[in-house]
């Protein structure tokens, strides 16, 4: 869930430890994605500028971006 200011950039790092993006959010949306306990997530604003990274558990689970 976005609750940041502004869309956000959804990214997954690769294993050669690369952005892959995998899509923006807009402002108060929401986007589901299947993962894996090994796949690190790096959210971004729209310049690419890191606002948070997300590790998953083995819960399923809820993301806020502020």
Known sequence: MNQHESPVHLYWIDYAGERKLYGTVSQ???FTQVTYMTHPWLITDLTGKCISIY???AR???FVIH
Do not use: I, V, W
């Open 55 to 57: 590790l998953p558990d």
């Open 60 to 62: 399923q689970s809820q």
């Open 28 to 30: 108060g949306k929401s």
